[in-house]
């Protein structure tokens, strides 16, 4: 399996800052990369696929980008809203892997 | 309006059958394909398998094969996800959730279920 290694792991941010999350594959995929979005009780929300394609809905102060072994998800400006867990997926391969996933607080 | 409702919370002793369900509404079900995620306590995300409602094929993760079935009733735009024989290690929330498009899988998921809590305990 494609393992994936997201960093941080746990993120302390204030409302305003600019917060870059990095998922690394142990083998490259490509643009197979997407990023989702869970907050404590919910299911997971879909923000990125294809490594840099912003979901519809989804606000633009959200950008992914990368390709091969190296991802990144950037927030621009964090909102209060922004504050939960995100997740990276592979999706070259099966079977499809999640990144262990990073928790975004408030400082 | 997409939307996928899944039933209600469960609670079972290990050895005992189970069956959850997830029911599409808003859209042709039988024209994507409907995927189960396992969420452990504390935990991240486990892709288990995929069904594409229109001819029931389906695809599990190695992980998972052969410790669920996943099936689909097309006729009432539902998804299942049973276990034959539960251990307390499948204590869990799961959830259903859609594929983009209607490509095969795999495909990033867009609509999601509100989740399934299973509890096996003695």
């Known amino acids: 399996d494609i393992q994936l290694t997201q960093s941080p792991s746990f993120l302390s941010a204030s409302v305003g800052d600019r917060v870059t999350i990095t998922c690394r594959a142990s083998?490259?995929?490509?643009?197979?990369l997407a990023w989702y979005q869970q907050k404590p009780g919910k299911a997971p929300k879909l923000l990125i696929y294809?490594?840099?394609t912003l979901q519809s809905g989804v606000p633009s102060r959200f950008s992914g980008s990368g390709s091969g072994t190296e991802f990144t998800l950037t927030i621009s400006s964090l909102q209060p809203e922004d504050f939960a867990t995100y997740y990276c997926?592979?999706?070259?391969?099966?079977?499809?892997?999640f990144g262990q996933g990073t928790r975004l607080e408030i400082k | 309006e997409v939307q996928l409702v899944q039933s209600g919370a469960e609670v079972k002793k290990p050895g005992e059958s189970l069956k959850i369900s997830c029911k599409g509404s808003?859209?042709?079900?039988?024209?994507?394909?409907i995927g189960w995620v396992r969420q452990m306590p504390g935990k991240g995300l486990e892709w288990m398998g995929i069904?594409?409602?229109?001819?029931?094929?389906?695809r599990y993760s190695p992980s998972f094969q052969g410790q669920v079935t996943i099936s689909a009733d097309k006729s009432i735009s539902t998804a299942y996800l049973q276990w034959s024989s539960l251990k307390a290690s499948d204590t869990a929330m799961y959830y259903c959730?859609?594929?983009?498009?209607?490509?095969?899988?795999?495909?990033?998921?867009?609509?999601w279920g509100q989740g399934t809590l299973v509890t096996v305990s003695s």
């Open positions: 083998q490259g995929i490509s643009s197979y």
């Open positions: 997926q592979q999706l070259n391969s099966y079977p499809p892997t």
């Open positions: 959730a859609r594929q983009v498009g209607g490509d095969p899988p795999p495909v990033p998921f867009d609509y």
């Open positions: 808003g859209y042709s079900f039988t024209s994507y394909w």
């Open positions: 294809a490594a840099s």
């Open positions: 069904i594409y409602p229109g001819d029931s094929d389906t």
